[in-house]
């Protein structure tokens, strides 16, 4: 079956950029869409932004300026750089993927990595 | 700020039946389908409910999705200990082109 595995350093010093690698396995990230999400201690969910099968993005626009995904289909793997950071970054970030259902016409999140805390801090 | 709105705690008795609600507008809930996602202590998102009122497999049909407007409510009924968990809601917002989740609500079983 298909999982996803977030990778990354867990400590990121504030102005610095945050870098994290989902690596898909079982599936193919040249099909679906795929997310970052991220959930500050305590708080909600936020959505980032997705890569899709053919490399297109589109970002969260309180983000936009400050985040780049990209994807490696060599590797089965995408990408999030969020440059600038600060303490209001400290969050567990998550990949997720975003799978679509013609009978409903809906998109929904239906595969999610285990997370990992990423704490901005000098 | 979360865009979606949804009380932060509900609480519930075993054997009974709790409501979460989530309020949007016009541009969110109101013209997309809403899902929801239950999240363990510790644990990843996990999805509930999809398309307004769809389980995936594996969900049992004693929680149920609806959507009037421009809100949305989970159910959940014949309440066991394993449902304490936190509950989200999202929806595609067509004004911020991307999605928008609520806050989360924490379900206590008493």
């Known amino acids: 079956q298909v999982q996803l595995q977030e990778s990354g350093p867990g400590l990121v010093k504030p102005s610095e950029t945050l870098s994290l690698t989902c690596t898909v396995s079982?599936?193919?990230?040249?099909?679906?869409?795929w997310s970052w999400i991220r959930q500050p201690p305590g708080k909600g969910l936020e959505w980032i932004g997705y890569?899709?099968?053919?490399?297109?993005?589109n970002y969260n626009p309180s983000l936009k300026s400050r985040v780049t995904i990209s994807g490696d289909t060599s590797k089965n793997q995408f990408s999030l750089k969020l440059s600038s950071v600060t303490a209001a970054d400290t969050a567990v970030y998550y990949c997720?993927?975003?799978?679509?259902?013609?009978?409903?016409?809906?998109?929904?999140?239906?595969?999610w990595g285990r997370g990992t805390l990423v704490t901005v801090s000098s | 700020q979360s865009v979606l709105t949804q009380p932060p705690s509900a609480s519930g008795t075993p054997g009974q039946r709790v409501t979460i609600s989530c309020s949007g507008t016009?541009?969110?809930?109101?013209?997309?389908?809403v899902n929801w996602y239950q999240q363990l202590p510790g644990t990843a998102p996990k999805l509930l409910i999809y398309a307004n009122n769809q389980r995936p497999s594996g969900v049992p049909d004693r929680l149920s999705g609806s959507k009037s407007g421009t809100s949305a409510s989970l159910a959940i009924s014949g309440l066991q200990s394993e449902d304490e968990a936190d509950y989200h809601c999202a929806a595609w917002d067509d004004s911020l082109n991307g999605w928008v989740f609520g806050g989360g609500t924490k379900l206590t079983v008493l």
């Open positions: 997720a993927r975003q799978e679509f259902s013609s009978t409903w016409y809906n998109w929904y999140f239906d595969l």
């Open positions: 016009s541009s969110n809930i109101g013209s997309n389908t």
């Open positions: 079982g599936g193919s990230i040249s099909s679906n869409y």
């Open positions: 890569i899709n099968y053919s490399g297109r993005t």
